[in-house]
C-alpha cells in the first residue's frame, strides 16, 4: 500500500481517506491541514493509485480495506488518529471507526456516501440533453443490455481485461465525462446562488463569485479536453489512469460497497455511543451524493448524544477543491473538538 506521510511528525495525526472508489490521494487534500502543527497520512486504497498490484480486484473489498488502514496504523507507531475522508472514502472511514472506535480521536466527513440506488446508478444514467456525446457513442451500454444493474455489469465485463482495449478505453472516456458533467452541476448551481444567496458564508460576495467562477471554468476546460479526446484514437495515461479507477470503481458498485443494509446506520450510532466527535460537511448542491445523507445521519447521533455531531452547509457541489468545500473543511480540521 502506498501512502504518504506529511507535516509535523509529533502534531495532531489525520488519516485521510479519499474517495472513488478506484481514485488515489494527491496533493490537495492536504489543503485543509496546518502542517506545521498538524500530522496528514495519505494512503492509496488497495488496488488504486500508486497502490500495487494496480486495479487487482481479488481481495478488494470495504472490509479489506479498513484492515489495511489499522495495519498502516501499527506500522507507522499512530495511536490514535483523526478521520478525515470525502465521498467514498466516508464509507470507508465509518467503517473503521466502527471496527476500531478505541483509534479514532475524531471524525471531519465530506459529502456523505449513503450507497444508495439513486447514488450509485445515478452516474451511469446520460443526460439526453447534456451527455448527447456518451449517448452517440457505440460503447456505452444500452439496450439490450437495459436497466440499471445489466448496464453496470456489461461496463464490468468490458473493463476486465488485463489492458485496456478500444472498447475498455471509449467506455472509461464516457463515464469521466459522466462524472464531470455532475460536478459542473454542483459547481454551476454555487456560482448562480453566489452572490445572492441567503445565509451566505461572510465575505465579499463579489470575490466568493468570482472563486466559483474559476473553479467552475477549470472543470469545465477539462470537459472540453475530454471532449475532444473522445475521438483519439491511441490510448493515453489519461486513459490508463482511469481503466485503473473504473475497474475498481465499478467492482465495488457492482457489489453496493461490500457492505450490508443498515450497516452504515450502526456505525453512525456507534460513533454516538463512544463519544466521538464528528463534523459533516456537505455541499448544498451535491448532484452526487444527495445532503440529506448527512442531514439522517447528524439526526442520529443528535437524538443519541446532543452537541456530537456539527453539520456544515457550504454553498458548493460535490468536490473537495471548490471554494465553499476547502474553506469549510479547513476551518473544521484545524478547530480542535473534544466530546461535549
Given at each position: 500500500m502506498a501512502y504518504r506521510d506529511c507535516g509535523a511528525p509529533n502534531g495532531e495525526c489525520w488519516?485521510?481517506?479519499?474517495?472513488?472508489?478506484g481514485a488515489s490521494c494527491h496533493p490537495g487534500l492536504l489543503a485543509p491541514f496546518q502542517l506545521?502543527?498538524?500530522?496528514?497520512v495519505l494512503p492509496d486504497q488497495r488496488g488504486a493509485g500508486r497502490s500495487r498490484p494496480a486495479a487487482r480486484l481479488a481481495g478488494n473489498h470495504t472490509d479489506q480495506l479498513v484492515a489495511d488502514l489499522e495495519t498502516l496504523r501499527r506500522h507507522l507507531g499512530i495511536e490514535r488518529w483523526a478521520l478525515l475522508a470525502g465521498s467514498w472514502g466516508t464509507v470507508v472511514a465509518?467503517?473503521?471507526a466502527q471496527a476500531h472506535p478505541d483509534r479514532v480521536t475524531r471524525l471531519v466527513l465530506r459529502g456523505a456516501f449513503a450507497l444508495t440506488r439513486r447514488e450509485i446508478f445515478g452516474l451511469l444514467r446520460p443526460d439526453p440533453r447534456r451527455d448527447r456525446a456518451v449517448l452517440q457513442s457505440p460503447y456505452w451500454p444500452r439496450a439490450p443490455y437495459s436497466g440499471d444493474a445489466r448496464v453496470l455489469a456489461r461496463l464490468g465485463q468490458m473493463l476486465q481485461s488485463?489492458?485496456?482495449g478500444v472498447a475498455a478505453r471509449n467506455v472509461v472516456r464516457c463515464w469521466n465525462l459522466l462524472e464531470l458533467r455532475s460536478a459542473l452541476s454542483g459547481l454551476w448551481r454555487s456560482v448562480v446562488h453566489s452572490a445572492s444567496v441567503e445565509n451566505a458564508p461572510p465575505g465579499d460576495p463579489r470575490q466568493r463569485a468570482n472563486a466559483h467562477r474559476r473553479a467552475w471554468a477549470q472543470i469545465k476546460r477539462q470537459q472540453r479536453r475530454s471532449l475532444a479526446n473522445l475521438q483519439q484514437a491511441r490510448t493515453s495515461r489519461t486513459d490508463q489512469s482511469g481503466w485503473k479507477k473504473f475497474r475498481i470503481q465499478g467492482h465495488y458498485l457492482r457489489h453496493k460497497g461490500f457492505v450490508r443494509p443498515g450497516t452504515l446506520d450502526s456505525a453512525v450510532r456507534r460513533l454516538a455511543l463512544r463519544a466521538i466527535p464528528s463534523d459533516w460537511v456537505h455541499g448544498r448542491?451535491?448532484?452526487?451524493?444527495?445532503p440529506r445523507n448527512t442531514r439522517r445521519w447528524v439526526a442520529q447521533q443528535e437524538a443519541l448524544r446532543n452537541g456530537l455531531a456539527r453539520a456544515h452547509w457550504p454553498l458548493a457541489g460535490h468536490l473537495a477543491s471548490e471554494p465553499g468545500v476547502r474553506d469549510t473543511l479547513a476551518k473544521a480540521v484545524r478547530q480542535p473538538r473534544t466530546a461535549p
Open positions: 488519516l485521510v481517506v479519499h474517495g472513488g472508489p506545521s502543527r498538524q500530522r496528514a465509518l467503517r473503521y488485463a489492458t485496456p448542491f451535491d448532484a452526487v451524493c444527495p
